[in-house]
């Protein structure tokens, strides 16, 4: 149940965000105001965090609130083994990414995150996912998440080398994928990319 409760707290939030955003009335300011909170404790709760670190979190909204956007490649070897990233967070593996940076586009920021990662210079390709993180067993999170999948090509020699903030990157058959920092991909999303990519399916999947 827990997954449910925490997308309607994200969605208090949402609309809180909004109305304080947009409203001129003292009275409802104070009502919007109170769903923030509401809203928080209830990812407090949900997460495991302390309620100060909740609203850590977040910066103040000054536009209309959205999900944020996190961008993850998937590379292949000739042996269709897939490169994983250690991360130093957790110890964990993943596909190279992380959250999109303004001023670049999907392909600009993985191609920067898969040189700052793992050393090597890609191409993105073509798009193979966007998934919304809700929709899959992912851990709770105080964020709402888009994730784009794309997949990227060699563009330079295959020499690894781990990023300041990366503890190995290596390939990795499917089926003898490491543990998975699950926060950032899962099992089952890695395996609907594969297919994807070797079979030749070009259309993109979307939640």
Excluded at 96 to 110: E, F, L, T
Excluded at 167 to 183: G, I, K, M, N, W
Excluded at 190 to 202: F, Q, S, T, W
């Amino acid at each position: 149940m827990s997954d449910p409760i925490l997308t309607i707290a994200k969605r208090i939030k949402s609309l809180a965000d909004t109305g304080l955003l947009y409203t001129a009335n003292d009275y409802d300011r104070e009502r919007y105001t109170e769903l923030l909170e509401i809203s928080h404790a209830l990812t407090s709760l949900l997460i495991g965090k302390p309620i100060e670190t909740i609203k850590n979190f977040y910066v103040p909204n000054k536009d209309y609130p959205t999900p944020k956007v996190d961008v993850r490649g998937l590379l292949l070897n000739e042996q269709g083994e897939i490169l994983l990233a250690r991360e130093m967070a957790d110890g964990k593996w993943t596909l190279p990414g992380g959250w999109a940076d303004i001023g670049y586009s999907p392909a600009q920021v993985i191609e920067k995150e898969f040189k700052e990662e793992t050393g090597l210079s890609v191409t993105a390709t073509r798009l193979l996912a966007v998934f919304d993180k809700r929709c899959h067993p992912h851990p709770p999170q105080a964020f709402y998440v888009y994730k784009f999948a794309l997949l990227c090509t060699l563009t330079g020699p295959l020499q690894l080398q781990k990023g300041f903030d990366i503890l190995d990157v290596a390939f990795f058959p499917l089926d003898q994928l490491p543990e998975l920092s699950t926060d950032r991909i899962l099992a089952s999303q890695i395996e609907l990319l594969y297919k994807k990519a070797v079979n030749g399916d070009v259309a993109a999947y979307f939640d």
